[in-house]
């Protein structure tokens, strides 16, 4: 069987890396012109299910060698000493195989472990899909699927092809957040620091192996911006319109605006699709399943998610409408649970009130105090909270690989 991919970060390579251990002829469309390559993107977390299936792969160690390296988290507040969070504390007690990694990194070692494997369009994107398959190009030559698969985003060009308008689609989770590449002039070894306010919050933080870092930016306005997703600079005056009366260092960070090779500003929105399949279209990742950026572990459940699905296709050879039914079932629950736990998490994210902001730093002195078997001991009672991602199964399908 023929199947196209959309989308080339993290959902779309790791189907294809299964599909083609299956014996499927994948090709794979990107819209960027190149390869996704380390200079960019912004940090994601791995938990334990996504690792095992990194290991499965075999690129553990890769995955391992490109971890961020950020075990402390600063928090300062206008007119207050800061307080340090030990994130190697809390990330233990959230998961017991974790690993934070630049999405651009992660997305390089996906890249090179399946190019020689599958085929890869860049600078390209689908503008039609027939019901019988056929597919058109913005720029190459239409050609025929058995399957085509959205794995292209929480923006999804599949999805909006298959599903409709996504404003149809979409809650706002009430924040948004902005990531761009700046100097690392406070030289950050190991330590993300971010200034805390009501209603927004401001960051810089580095990875082990990077020059550079990422400032950080989270809004909780009254009420939802009005710009649109593709206008980088209308997205950067909204920034410099409600950051620029901010203190610390986010005057130095704003004048990198200009100047910074890689800007991303999305509003924290989640997904919520009953299904999310149609005749041969199906969706994976953010595509099919965001709950939320930055709130609800999506870089791990795509890993995830993509594993299913290539699973549930070579198992169901011939019926995709059966592997769809089958992938949508073993991963359902899990979408749910991520997206009840998203929009808690979105609510805590930036606080709303003085009483909230209280709330978080003494959050983070209690973490700090308690000791880490406690700590953990705790978090394994809440399987529905913060060891969400660690409490989900995966089934072995490797034992019916046909390589």
Known sequence: MRILISGASIAGPVLAYWLVRSGFDVTVVERTPTPRKTGGGHAVDLFRPAMQIVERIGVAEEV???????????????EHKPVTLDLRKMFTAVSDNHVEIMRDDLSEILYNTTSSDVDYIFADSISAIGDDGEVTFEHSPAQRFDIIVGADGLHSNVRTLTFGAESDLTTWLGSYLAIFSVPNYLELDNVMEMFVEVGRIAGIYSAAHMNDARAGFFLRPPK???????????QKRLLRNH?????WEVPQLLAE????PSFYFDSITQLRLDTWSRGRVTLVGDAAYCPGPAVGGSSSMAVVGAYILAGELAAHVGDYAAAFAAYETEIGEYVRRS??????SAKMLVPASRLEL??????????????APVSRAAARLNAKGVRLHDSIAVKDYTASDRT
């Open 64 to 78: 391992r060698a490109k971890a961020t390296g950020t075990d402390a988290l600063v928090i300062h507040r206008p």
């Open 243 to 247: 950051f620029g009366d901010m203190s």
């Open 257 to 260: 605006l200009d100047r910074t």
């Open 339 to 344: 997206r009840s736990f998203a929009v808690a």
């Open 224 to 234: 939802p911006l009005d710009y649109h997703y593709r206008d980088t600079e209308q």
């Open 358 to 371: 209280w709330a978080m730093v003494n959050a983070v002195r209690l973490i700090n105090v308690l000791p």
